[in-house]
């Protein structure tokens, strides 16, 4: 028996080494033919160079060939390395703010995650609200609005959401891949992955396309200045993505007074609230006070919640310790930051004009239109990029076709942001490839979910986005 096990195990390990193989020859034929491709354009050397070291870094993440971090912490230091650009440029995103709000919203999961808030809020939600069983999807979504504002790393809201709908959905009783199953999880996902758009701490592809649009307008936005500009459409895009779930749910059974009185049992289970607990929502409540205030203040919300993370390791305090640093993620800034790298560096290259020729002849007409191409040229890159890598590499490009037609480069970020929160499968995005693997989730129903969601978006931001911003007097550059 071991034999045969340690022989599986062997193949396992060929058959990787071998795809890996392949992998690797992929990506140098590509790099290689990239760069004919360049010379027969006769492209100079640094815009030549630019796109062989980018696309050579997107195919790392994208066949995860190396680390993530480590391709991030590598990106920069090639541009430097290959001349394209000089450590100032390539190295530029390390002197923004965005690396230590990373950190700092790093700080704030980690303490809302180990001080039991984040689960006391999402279960007394659905405890509360759980009377059917639309309303427990109902009692999932509220308790994503009240968490999302105070945890900004997106994968780790969505990490908390499943471990909540995995155990709600063994105590209801209900099969993996079942209808119940798939709604329950989609709802913790779609309330995670609709109303981030709405903050500008929400991710790090927004922190990154807001740094993009403010190099271009020399304009900086505050927190609640991102907050109203997205207000109405995240919250009508919230509420529609949960009401597409409610409408597949009418084929499901109705809710039972015993597994009601097992919602209820899930929350008493919890006890009462401790101390380390009213001290977590005191900071979250400061954390929203100074983040709201900001145009006030005139203090950034990054060096905000860096203040206050850093409280968060007083011992009279006692949210955080020693080893709950240990469990924080610091590597993904490599990743983050290098990503960001690839902005600052083609500007300095003729690969902004390139792509934005590219595309032009498909960015004309309307501002309906354009909304519209915008929409759809980010759902397409979801096929090819991950949201991070797609933010990183075309939002320049996008705001400079907006610019041409007269549109708001925020406003242009924001559809773009929109657009790239469409998928139709699971690998388009770590957070719905990890709620789709736990095995809860049927991939028939999901992707029959996710096109009345991705038709839904386009309705809500002609319909409802553009007449706002129109309003608001920001949809002109």
Not at 61 to 82: E, H, M, N
Request: proline share 4%.
């Amino acid at each position: 028996m071991r034999e045969m096990e340690s022989e599986r195990a062997l193949k396992g390990s060929f058959y990787t080494i071998n795809s890996d193989f392949y992998k690797w020859i992929g990506t140098f034929t590509a790099l290689i033919m990239i760069w004919v491709t360049a010379q027969s354009y006769s492209l100079d050397y640094k815009t030549s160079m630019f796109f062989v070291i980018t696309i050579f870094a997107v195919l790392l993440w994208c066949f995860s060939l190396i680390p993530d971090a480590i391709t991030g912490l590598l990106l920069p230091t090639l541009y430097v390395v290959f001349k394209v650009a000089s450590p100032n440029t390539a190295f530029k995103p390390w002197t923004s703010t965005i690396p230590w709000l990373v950190l700092a919203a790093m700080l704030m999961s980690t303490m809302l995650n180990e001080t039991g808030v984040a689960r006391r809020i999402a279960i007394w939600s659905i405890a509360k609200f759980g009377k059917t069983f639309a309303t427990i999807l109902l009692g999932i979504t509220l308790a994503g609005i009240i968490i999302t504002p105070f945890i900004p790393s997106v994968i780790a809201k969505i990490v908390i959401f499943n471990i909540i709908t995995m155990g709600l959905i063994e105590t209801l009783g209900y099969k993996p891949k079942s209808l119940e199953a798939t709604l329950l999880t989609m709802a913790g996902f779609f309330v995670i992955s609709t109303l981030r758009l709405g903050f500008a701490t929400g991710d790090s592809g927004i922190i990154i396309g807001l740094n993009y649009a403010q190099q271009v307008t020399g304009q900086t936005l505050t927190w609640m200045q991102y907050l109203i500009h997205n207000l109405p459409y995240i919250f009508f895009y919230t509420f529609g993505s949960l009401g597409v779930l409610v409408l597949f749910a009418k084929n499901t059974k109705p809710l039972t007074s015993e597994k009601r009185m097992l919602l209820e049992k899930k929350y008493l289970d919890l006890g009462k609230i401790k101390d380390k607990e009213k001290k977590a929502f005191i900071v979250m409540g400061v954390a929203l006070l100074f983040m709201s205030t900001e145009s006030i203040h005139k203090i950034n919300s990054a060096w905000i919640l860096v203040v206050l993370s850093s409280l968060f390791f007083i011992p009279k305090l006692g949210l955080l310790n020693n080893e709950s640093l240990k469990k924080v993620n610091l590597l993904s800034l490599l990743f983050i930051v290098g990503a960001m790298s690839i902005g600052s560096v083609a500007s300095e290259t003729q690969a902004i004009n390139i792509i934005k020729d590219f595309l032009q002849p498909f960015f004309k007409g309307s501002n309906f239109s354009i909304i519209t191409v915008s929409y759809i040229s980010g759902i397409l890159l979801n096929f090819l990029l991950t949201p991070l890598a797609a933010m990183s590499s075309f939002t320049i490009p996008l705001i400079q076709l907006g610019l041409e037609n007269n549109i708001n480069p925020y406003v242009m970020t924001y559809i773009f942001q929109v657009s790239l929160d469409q998928y139709l499968l699971p690998y388009e995005f770590a957070g719905l490839l990890l709620v789709y693997t736990s095995g809860y989730v049927s991939l028939s129903t999901l992707v029959k979910i996710l096109i009345v969601r991705m038709f839904l978006g386009l309705v809500i931001l002609l319909g409802i986005a553009y007449p706002w911003w129109n309003i608001l007097g920001i949809m002109s550059s």
